[in-house]
């Protein structure tokens, strides 16, 4: 029943994250480093890429492999585009393709497990491509999803910023086998503070900065129930010390019908309206979450302190959702369309906006 469940999960997937043709290949790298459960390693480096690039690791779904993720998401084609950061999209060893993230190796700071292989991956990649170690940053969907929280969780020393779409809470798969029926189906609950221990125990005695973490789910998602989002939202505002009251809430971000709450500088959820488990990967968003594009600025692991939480009954007002004028053109590599888009559609010369996927057209 749960591999074909997770075969369902990764084909519905592949269909809604759509295809995009990279100009390059994947470069599958062996002996990267410390990999107990054997993981693989695949790389993808745009032609022209600029001296201590950042970098990406993109984590597939349940069922999904390094080769789907690069063809059925952005990144590699923002990466030609930007020419700023290269991808590493790991390869689960798991017969379903999922990643483990229930065992305690996984969950703790140089345990074992899928992410310390994953970790040895950015080292290695730091080491061999001139990776800039203070702009490593993780996303994922579903299973990758759930891998993203875990890392925030077991290495926040390693990772600047992550991006989990229909994930669940760190440790939430916690237990004896690969699926976690009660998590999954919406019946775990804890408190924030019981949540947030869970991650500090993911690496104890760490008192440095958390990586900046963005949460994305559908409202219509039965597969990771839709319960998981709220109690992301509790673990990960009781981590980093904020309210569980957002700071702002942006209605139609990024998408129409899509609600964007900000709880402080390092955290945010997004939450789908109607959409289910298959929610389309935002690539554009997360490169501005990441700081790669726009305005955010991660920070550095290991040397930004974390920021001071607002006080609980302190809250402002919720900005209107913002909308750019038709006539206002798009500079180059900016969004310029796509479904719910509500920004400028014409590109200034010599640029032209371009499809990508239904969702996100970019100047170019």
Not at 82 to 108: E, N, Q, R
Not at 143 to 156: E, F
Not at 288 to 307: K, Y
Request: charged share 5%; net charge negative; glycine share 12%.
């Amino acid at each position: 029943m749960f591999d074909l469940l997770v075969t369902f999960i990764g084909i519905a997937l592949f269909r809604a994250l759509g295809a995009f043709a990279a100009l390059g290949q994947l470069q599958q790298v062996s002996n990267y480093g410390t990999n107990p459960t054997g993981v693989q390693m695949f790389i993808y480096r745009p032609p022209g890429l600029v001296a201590n690039p950042a970098l990406i690791v993109a984590m597939h779904y349940c069922t999904g492999t390094a080769q789907a993720y690069f063809s059925g998401t952005q990144y590699a084609n923002l990466a030609d585009s930007l020419k700023t950061f290269m991808v590493i999209y790991p390869d689960a060893p798991d017969s379903g393709g999922c990643w483990d993230v229930h065992t305690d190796a996984t969950l703790t700071h140089n345990g074992g497990g899928d992410s310390i292989a994953i970790v040895s991956m950015v080292k290695y990649a730091i080491a061999n491509y001139g990776v800039d170690s203070a702009r490593v940053f993780m996303t994922g969907t579903s299973s990758g999803a759930m891998m993203t929280n875990v890392l925030a969780g077991a290495y926040p020393d390693v990772f600047a910023a992550g991006a989990a779409f229909a994930g669940v809470p760190y440790g939430c798969f916690q237990g004896p086998g690969m699926w976690n029926s009660a998590c999954a189906s919406g019946q775990t609950t804890k408190t924030g503070a019981q949540w947030g221990d869970m991650v500090r125990n993911g690496y104890p005695g760490y008192t440095g900065p958390r990586p900046k973490l963005q949460i994305w789910q559908g409202t219509q998602d039965t597969t990771l129930n839709y319960h998981n989002f709220g109690e992301g939202i509790k673990q990960w505002t009781n981590v980093f010390g904020y309210s569980e009251t957002p700071l702002t809430t942006q209605s139609n971000s990024p998408v129409n019908g899509w609600t964007r709450t900000t709880y402080g500088p390092n955290f945010q959820a997004i939450s789908a309206q109607g959409v289910d488990h298959n929610i389309p990967v935002q690539a554009n968003d997360v490169l501005n979450w990441f700081g790669i594009t726009g305005s955010q600025q991660p920070p550095a692991p290991g040397t930004t302190a974390v920021p001071t939480p607002p006080p609980a009954t302190t809250t402002t007002a919720a900005p209107p959702p913002v909308t750019t004028a038709p006539s206002q053109t798009a500079g180059h590599y900016a969004q310029c369309g796509g479904n719910g888009w509500t920004g400028a559609t014409v590109c200034a010369a010599p640029y032209t906006c371009q499809v990508l996927n239904a969702w996100y057209s970019q100047c170019l």
